[in-house]
């Protein structure tokens, strides 16, 4: 909470050039709508309804403008294309917000919309303007079995799409959202009983679209909105088929934090690193795709993923390949006190993150056949554009810097780092040990650093520790060359990050010129925060890089969204 | 991620058909009709429908007197108060009940679909009714809320 409505609504430039564009046009389209209707001598006829029909044709139109903005956020592959030259222009990562801005709108207006048509054709009934009943029109005429339908399928999508129940069930939202394709095709038809017209009878010709444009005088909207709808569905049609293109499983490791490292060889799929895709495993579920960020670096020769068992389908996946949460356990178990053996045997252990690969000629059963699809954007592909790459990860959320990490790496090796000079990156979790494939990840960048100053870690474990640990910790960290949670050479921290006296800092370092040597003042420097990861957060990272922002130093700040 | 729990979705239902069939009814009261006037009724150029004599005792109800638009909008009012649920509802045994659910959803439905404006509240209710009663049916149990933020002590 904190800052109050009005204020994040009008008072920042952006929000409120926001709701000045989306508001103003959905009621400068009422506005026409309804005027447009008044001023029609033709419809004279149907003017005689007052209120009720004006109010209905304006909401109509605004109704047909929601539904040809409602997909347009949803064109992913287009906006992934045209996502980093309009960055300045509106922020394309906050697509599905906008999709719902779009349905709330929807809601509203379909409220209004049918309320004056239950209005309006109650009185065609007493005023006998056309001979019929209000419920010849409601249940036996296009526009009104269609509205109706719509109706009923808008409670189903918008219900299920509630978070809470999304987050609970996604399958449920996921499957009923589909539904739209029958929402739009009523959409798009919605006029074709010739509702709005100058006769008594509709005027229906033998010809697409099976009415007279003479004597039927509706808006013709579906004519416009109907582009969103074909390019979506054109748009799937694609993902379909590029999902089916030649895709392998070459190889599935097991980390022992429980963590599956898929690692798929698929030539035709090219990405950057930060971004994400959807999976495919047909022999758990034919119809499900579910999300997952690419860990790969682009460099890598192949594409792989790290799947951590926490839900139905996940544990389903584990069970499939032989590595149900059972054997996890058990390897988990044996790499623990392998480990441990290790460490009093040579004094110093090496790794925690050692995996185990599942070889399918040991197993009874093949690996099954995967499917991926995408890759889609994500803001962190912008991180070679600044001089100072702020990366922050905050639970599952460092998820994309696993191959944003690596493929610095990958670039600073090359020597083609483009204007980055040098990468903070910031880690915080509540429980360190349960994302061990990561550390292991990190551990290889960290030990392949020949610069010190290049890449920092700072990770922040904001869990509660008991007198067990803290006196482990204790007993272990001091004069130790890593730490003895992460098995780092950076230090772990405790508690939160206190983001401002950061921010603070690392602004002073930078104006004193003592930041990136060879670089003063006289220099913008920009500063790029990229984070991923619970909202209470990143709104308190935004405070903090709009409060130090000053004219030596830029800091920026993108979020990313699952 | 797996399980749909049918009560808390069925909620989201209940609250938007109630709404509906609280606005639905105050429509209900400035256009007042009987929805199966149709049913042997006559139409009239103009007036519309002339309802069957033996419909009388609807007309009174619904167009007379807009009682059964009345009953409506109150019954929606109290599932608005069961669902959301208003801060006296909060903890009771009453609000964590399922079938008093259904049976006040099932009389939503009965007295939504008697009146013209009536119809999409109460199929939305339906929709309700048949997720809460798929609830019932599962053995769902809805938990004592620990948030008791509206409950006075």
Redesign the interface.
Known sequence: MGESWFRREFLTPRRLAFNVLFYGSHLFWFAYGWHSQYTNQKLAALNGLKFSVWTSRGAGLVLAYDGGLILLPMLRNIIRIIRPKLTWLFPADENIWFHRQVAYSMAFWA?VH??AH??NF??V????VR?Q???QI?YTQPGGITG?FM??IM??M???A?H??R??????FWYTHHLAFFFMIGLYSHATGCFVRDSANPDYISTFPFYSTEHCLGYESWRFIIWPGIIYFGERVYREIRARRATRLSKLLVHPSGAMELRVVKPSFKYTAGQWLFIQVPDVSRWQWHPFTITSAPEDPYVSVHIRQ?????QALGERVGAGPSVVAALTQAAMKGGEKDEKDNGFSVSRGDFVELDPASGQRSLPVVRIDGPYGAPAEDVFNVEIAVLVGAGIGVTPFASILKHIWYRQRSGKLGSLRRVEFFWICRDAPSFGWFQSLLQEVEAAQADPNFLRINIYLTQKIGDDMLWNIAVNDAGAEYDPLTLLRSRTMFGRPDWKSIYGRMRQAIESGQYIPGTHSQLKTTVGTYFCGPTPIARAIKEATLENSSAAVNFTFAKEHF | MGKLVWHEYSRYVAITASVYTVWAGYFGLLYRKFFWDFVSGIRRNPGGIQPAKQDALFITIMVKAPVIQIISILLGLVVLAFEYPAPFMRGTAAHRSLVTRVVLLTFQIFFAIMFYQGTNGAIWSLVALIGYSRAIMLGEVMKDPKNKRGERA
């Open positions: 409220m049918t309320t239950y209005v109650i009185n009934e007493r005023t006998q001979p009943l209000a419920l409601h109706h109706l009923l409670v189903l918008y219900t299920t509630h809470k129940i987050n609970q069930c996604f399958e449920a926490v839900g139905d389908w996940t």
